[in-house]
């Protein structure tokens, strides 16, 4: 599911929409960090690919979530965003780094050492929680600025406004980045309280795995 999510994102409508429409560069962001990467972290979480196993350290939710705010705000400086729009080699390196930090966050809040499952489990709730309140933050201030923050490399599609465009970006954002996050985070929160933490080999579809 996570391949055929990326093989349509890389090579789908989305992919030519996203050089037009600011709308359509946050739809497809979406799909990579609150698509893609949590079906491909939670599809290694607890298997021998699982790389929060092999190498714990380096995959702290919280150094991850800091490094996906780092990456997610300073690509939508109107500076760096007008630059992926007229560039290819840039284009394809924004989409690289968000699934890249994706990937970091997601694997780090669901995979891991089994005997540090509570621990994991509730610094991945932290670091989901925090990344879903700045995409939120980040989706309101798209959506309720009263000017356009970025420059166009052509018309908006559909006879939108730059403003308009924008707009409908930052409500993607805000419906999708931030409620994605948030349920990951819950979704971890609900497995503590049971006391079975959802994460590395407690996912439900590796719990039988020798």
């Known amino acids: 599911m996570s391949l055929c999510l990326l093989a349509f994102a890389l090579l789908g409508p989305l992919l030519d929409l996203a050089r037009l429409s600011f709308g359509g560069h946050m739809a497809l962001h979406m ?3 609150a698509g893609v990467a949590p079906l491909l972290a939670m599809g290694l979480a607890g298997s021998r690919l699982d790389p929060a196993q092999k190498a714990p350290k380096l995959f702290s939710p919280l150094l ?4 996906e705010f780092l990456v997610i705000w300073a690509w939508h400086a109107p500076s760096l965003h ?6 290819m080699i840039v284009f394809a390196l924004e ?12 694997c780090a809040a669901f995979g891991g050492p089994h005997q540090k499952a509570h621990g ?11 990344t879903s309140m700045h995409m939120t933050l980040l989706g ?5 600025t009263d000017r356009p923050l970025y420059r166009h490399s052509g018309s908006a599609p ?6 308009q465009d924008q707009q409908i970006g930052g409500v993607i954002m805000l419906g999708v980045g931030g409620a994605v996050y948030l349920l990951g985070g819950l979704y971890l929160l609900a497995g503590l309280l049971r006391g079975t933490p959802v994460t590395g080999t407690n ?7 020798g």
């Open 82 to 87: 007008h630059a992926s729009r007229q560039s």
């Open 64 to 67: 991850a979530s800091v490094l």
């Open 120 to 130: 994991r489990a509730a610094t991945g709730i932290a670091g989901l929680l925090l």
């Open 203 to 209: 996912l439900p579809e590796k719990r039988h795995e």
């Open 31 to 33: 799909l990579i960090v």
């Open 158 to 163: 559909w006879a939108l406004t730059p403003l």
């Open 95 to 106: 989409l690289a780094s968000y699934l890249a930090v994706g990937l970091l966050l997601w």
């Open 140 to 144: 309101v201030l798209l959506a309720l």
